[in-house]
Structure formats: C-alpha cells, structure tokens
C-alpha cells in the first residue's frame, strides 16, 4: 500500500491531472496536481469523501516521499540480506515470505526520486 504512493506521483510527474493511491486497505484517495499544488482527499468504495480535501506544495511532498522511500528500500535491502547471511538459515517459505513482502518498484520510487532532485544520499 505504501507503494500506491509512488505510482501515484509518477502518473502526476507524467502528466495525469489525477491520479489514485491506496495508503491503508479501504482508501481509495484520489491526488490532483495543478501545477505547485498537489491536492489530496480520501474516499470510500463509494467515491464518498473520508476526509477534507488537504492542499501541499507538491515538489517539498514528493522529495519528502522519495527520501523515505529511498530509506525504506535500503532497510529492505538490509533485511533480505540478513536472510540470506542467517544461520542457521532461514527457511525458504519463510525467506520467499519476506522477499515477496519487500520486493518493491525500485524502478518507480528512483523515477520518482530523480524527477524531484533527491539521490540515493538522501538530498
């Protein structure tokens, strides 16, 4: 679900008027950009408003998004890795549960991470 957020800024940053993003299991939030203004509101199934609509600047939320994102895949990373190095090891059901879990659109969140100014170092 996390990743719903960077799919929904790339769609924005590929020029979507809209975009959707799915933050928690019955979100169905929908994300508008016009042009420094990033609009967000949460809905139900129902298209029904969950919450007041939220204005931020878009650029300063998106860098924001991408460095944590980029701090997230690297713990991802950390933790595969321990998987693997473990011993005695990790049982491989077990091992596929997490690498499932934690292979993330890397490919997406560093177009993302690019296209707002942050690198790999965090800026």
Known sequence: MTWSWFFALKALLDGAAEAGANPWEE???????????LSM??????????????EVAFLPFAQSLARQGLAFLA?????LAALDAREPPVPD???AEFSQALKLPRDVL????????????GR
């Open 41 to 54: 509101e949460d809905r139900s199934a129902s298209e029904k408003p969950l919450s007041p609509r939220v």
């Open 27 to 37: 979100s169905h939030m929908r994300l508008w950009r016009q042009g420094d203004v």
């Open 93 to 95: 059901a077990l091992k």
């Open 75 to 79: 713990w991802a990373e950390r933790v």
């Open 110 to 121: 560093e177009d993302v991470a690019s296209r707002v100014g942050v690198t790999a170092t």
